[in-house]
């Protein structure tokens, strides 16, 4: 299946966590670029070319972080199957997937969290992600 893995990272556990994950499915892998001061994002290729897409992000103040929202607000409509996987200090995936569903239209087929905690110290799991 043609996988693409999108992701932002602003501290880099996000973007550990997509890395490991493009190197194990061995598929594209996309960052999502955000410039704070004019709130825009680019990124280099285009969700709808792909079978499955798999958003990688932090969780802020329980929610999607304002670039992966402004990404969905702008490819959402090319997105056709999509994982959720969230890094965070403890909580919010609830809210990730809400957001998610409201900007997409439909659920996520999978939405797993990782604490930050867990990448930093290399003990956490990626087959829930993979499946
Ligand atoms: C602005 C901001 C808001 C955050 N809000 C939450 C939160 O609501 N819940 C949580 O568990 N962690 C929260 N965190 C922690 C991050 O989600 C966590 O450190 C994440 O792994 C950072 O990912 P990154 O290194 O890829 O940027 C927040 C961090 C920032 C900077």
């Known amino acids: 299946m043609k996988t693409l893995i999108v992701f932002y990272s602003k501290t880099g556990n996000t973007r550990k ?15 999502i670029h955000f410039d704070e001061k ?33 990404y969905l607000k702008r490819f959402g409509p090319g997105i056709q199957t999509y994982r959720l996987a969230v890094t965070c200090g403890r909580l919010g995936l609830r809210g990730c997937v809400s957001g998610c569903k409201r900007l997409l239209g439909k659920a996520p087929e999978i939405a797993v969290k990782i604490r930050s905690k867990a990448i930093q110290s290399g003990e956490y799991g990626i087959d829930g992600i993979l499946g």
């Not at 190197?23 to 960052?31: G, H, Q, S, T």
């Not at 709808?48 to 992966?68: K, S």
């Open 17 to 31: 966590l997509a890395e490991r994950a493009q190197k194990a499915l061995a598929c594209e892998l996309d960052e």
């Open 38 to 70: 004019a709130h825009e994002i680019s990124t280099e290729l285009d969700p709808a070319g792909f079978e499955r897409v798999i958003l990688m992000c932090p969780v802020w103040a329980f929610n999607l972080p304002e670039p992966m929202t402004l």
